[in-house]
């Protein structure tokens, strides 16, 4: 960038930039505000902002009362054993199809990705038909395979547009040098895809933990994640602010700090590689 | 060069990704199409025989229908042209220099991470609660009567919501995109006395328009089955019944097996035309 710009532009760009930015952010900052309040500072009238007796008190009883822990369990298992059996099936496809191309594999691509377009609702009963049938309703497992089901696309294109941009002269070079195929995996091909596979893992992993329409309609007591735990607020008995807001907090805190790091890959993840 | 051998290597490590999708979209597509044509009704009868393209005609038909087109249209629209027109803006502002750059786009971008269960409560009680809201304490502070947002302004509402989820996506694909913008030729017309409009209009936004027909398509999709949000927030109730969720009470809440799987398929049938447009693009893209 060669464009020399006055101290005083810098200055209106960083307020406007910065005002806008608060404003954006301001209802998570507030939700994370409400859960250190007690109820009643939560709902007064006109509204505190940080002037108010900080307190635990919600993040106590919420972990106390619900059964917070196996929420979140529920939420780590459905979203990271999807992300990983993705991963697994993924990896040899999105190879093989960036490597080894063959006239189809555009359209076995495409194809794959019509298939992440597929409305859910559209197969709603059919689903919770097989899953009544095989006993999976309200089970870990059956959630984590159609989460990883509805991801795969995802994780098949990401790893292709990554491995994509390994070059392939390298490859050449070890096979000359007398490399087996094993070898050029294990020690050639791996460590330059590395990268790529970890911030599939991410983005994955944020899709997972957030995704809330199987969530929803696939799980009642015992397999619930997190989503489904902070619908059940919505009730209007169970409604406490200051505890809805610590639940809350809980629950997106771990995927707020990930998601910050994974900005780049979201881009490339979201669009199919088609804006890098 | 690939041998015959690596080839059908290549065709195995395929197999199970291919295989596996293959399944999850024929074996229930193919029950939701056989549902479809029939009277079925779990609670009341069960299995009550083929009716042909009976259910296809109530479902569009029934009273409800049309309202929920309506109101999946104004929501898909809405959210569109909030994101896209302010994702433009916010895109250019943080493109200039400033400072703290980096953390502006964090705040920017945080939205995107919050579930659309925690999204929707947080908007309806803190925020657009008619009695504890916020919004109702700013109404009264200017001397004004408290909105009951989700019934008076459900729809409204509803739009404002998912556009705080979905203005971090436009924004942060947006940026991605001026960023590749040679900045010379800016420079240049810059110093050929062309006012920052015309910059906007012949060079920014001419660069711009694929990553916007992205941000539009792939944002379609996603709206066009959102579902957390509704079901938190109103229930369908107030105008705020979407096809898709339309499709969900038809299926799950009046068990009306038939009728709501020919829903399915008309809500298949859309989403289909929208991933061909898309497809497009993204394979274009494939050949480059």
């Not at chain 2, 269960?117 to 908007?123: D, F, G, S």
């Not at chain 2, 906007?200 to 941000?215: E, N």
Request: no cysteine.
């Amino acid at each position: 960038m060669a464009r020399s710009v006055t101290t005083q532009r810098k200055l209106v760009n960083t307020i406007a930039a910065w005002s806008i930015g608060f404003l954006i952010f301001f209802p998570i900052l507030w939700t994370i505000l409400t859960s250190f309040k007690t109820e009643a500072t939560a709902i007064a009238d006109p509204p505190v902002f940080l002037a108010f007796n900080w307190t635990l008190e919600n993040y106590e009883v919420v972990l106390e009362r619900s059964n917070y822990a196996r929420f979140l369990w529920n939420s780590i298992f459905i979203a990271g054993g999807s992300t990983l059996l993705g991963l697994i099936i993924a990896i040899p496809a999105a190879w093989s199809m960036a490597f080894v191309p063959s006239r189809r594999t555009k359209d076995i691509l495409l194809w794959m990705l019509s298939t992440k377009m597929l409305p859910a609702v559209g197969v709603l009963y059919p689903i919770y038909l097989i899953f009544i049938k095989m006993g999976l309703l309200d089970s870990r497992i059956g959630l984590t395979v159609v989460i990883m089901l509805i991801n795969l696309p995802i994780i098949v294109w990401m790893l292709y547009t990554y491995f994509r941009e390994i070059p392939g002269e390298i490859l050449e070079a070890a096979r000359m040098d007398g490399a087996t195929l094993k070898s050029e995996i294990l020690y050639v091909l791996t460590p330059m895809a590395v990268p790529g596979i970890a911030s599939t893992l991410l983005l994955n992993f944020i899709l997972a933990w957030n995704e809330a329409f199987w969530t929803l309609n696939l799980t009642a007591a015992k397999a619930a994640p997190l989503t489904a735990f902070i619908a059940s607020y919505s009730s209007p008995e169970g409604l406490f602010y200051a505890k809805l807001s610590a639940a809350s907090t809980m629950a997106i805190a771990p995927i707020l700090i990930l998601g910050w790091f994974s900005q780049k890959q979201l881009v490339r993840g979201l669009t199919f590689g088609a804006v890098k | 060069m690939a041998t015959q051998h690596s080839r059908s290597a290549a065709r195995m490590m395929m197999a199970p990704a291919v295989i596996l999708l293959l399944g999850w979209m024929l074996v229930p597509l193919t029950m939701t199409l056989f549902f479809s044509f029939k009277k079925y009704l779990p609670m009341r009868g069960g299995d009550l025989g083929w009716v042909g393209f009976d259910n296809y005609i109530r479902f569009v038909t029934s009273s409800a229908f049309w309202p929920s087109v309506a109101a999946t249209l104004i929501i898909v629209l809405g959210v569109l042209f909030i994101t896209v027109v302010f994702g433009v803006l916010l895109a250019i502002l943080l493109d200039q220099p400033m400072w703290g750059q980096g953390i502006v786009r964090i705040l920017v971008i945080a939205p995107f991470f919050v579930m659309p269960t925690v999204t929707a409560l947080v908007w309806k009680n803190m925020f657009m609660d008619p009695v504890n809201g916020l919004f109702a304490h700013l109404w009264q502070a200017f001397g004004l009567t408290p909105v009951e947002w989700l019934s008076q302004a459900s729809l409204g509402s509803i739009v404002m919501i998912v556009s705080w989820q979905w203005l971090p996506f436009a924004t942060l694909i947006l940026l991605t995109a001026i960023q590749s913008l040679d900045s010379e030729q800016l420079e240049a017309a810059e110093m050929d006395g062309a006012p920052p409009l015309s910059r906007f209009g012949y060079i920014t936004l001419p660069h711009l328009s694929r990553a916007i027909t992205i941000v539009v398509l792939i944002q379609t999709i996603f709206l066009l089955s959102i579902f957390a949000e509704i079901f938190v927030t109103t229930q369908g109730s107030f105008g705020t019944r979407t096809l898709t969720y339309l499709i969900y009470q038809r299926v799950l809440e009046s068990q009306n097996i038939g009728l709501g799987s020919a829903g399915g398929i008309y809500a298949v049938i859309l989403a289909n035309i929208m991933a061909v447009f898309l497809m497009r693009i993204v394979g274009k893209n494939l050949d480059a």
